[in-house]
């Protein structure tokens, strides 16, 4: 929720950056989406961090994932060993590269 002056604005917003410097406080820069206007702001705010839930993250990661494509990723690595589990660490370790190039 990002609300600026009791007005819901999260729908508008598109990024955000929080800068801070030794000699500054914390800076908050809201990106909005191309074309909106209307809205002006420039003095001191109340800004609250909380933990996000990363798991809708994860599943539609793991949704998005070709299970043909994966099974192909995985026999065609050069670390398989041969040892137990190999083919469950050649599967986390696709997802593993695949997530770092998500």
Same mark, same amino acid.
Request: hydrophobic residues 40%; negative net charge.
């Given at each position: 929720?990002?609300?600026?002056?009791?007005?819901?604005? #999260?729908?508008?917003? &598109? !990024?955000?950056?929080?800068?801070?410097?030794?000699? &500054?406080? /914390?800076?908050?820069?809201?990106?909005?989406?191309?074309?909106? *206007?209307?809205?002006? @702001?420039?003095?001191? !705010? *109340?800004?609250?961090?909380? /933990?996000?839930?990363?798991?809708?993250?994860?599943?539609? @990661?793991?949704?998005?994932?070709?299970?043909?494509?994966?099974? *192909?990723?995985?026999?065609?690595?050069?670390?398989?060993?041969?040892?137990?589990?190999?083919?469950?660490?050649?599967?986390?370790?696709?997802?593993? *590269?695949? #997530?770092?190039?998500?």
């Amino acid at each position: 929720m990002i609300e600026i002056d009791g007005h819901d604005v #999260a729908s508008t917003v &598109e !990024a955000y950056r929080i800068t801070q410097t030794v000699d &500054e406080g /914390p800076e908050v820069t809201l990106y909005l989406t191309p074309g909106w *206007e209307g809205m002006a @702001f420039d003095g001191l !705010a *109340e800004v609250m961090a909380e /933990p996000s839930d990363l798991r809708h993250v994860v599943i539609g @990661f793991l949704n998005a994932v070709d299970s043909q494509k994966l099974d *192909e990723a995985v026999l065609n690595r050069d670390d398989l060993d041969g040892r137990p589990g190999e083919l469950t660490r050649g599967v986390l370790a696709q997802l593993r *590269e695949w #997530a770092h190039r998500a």
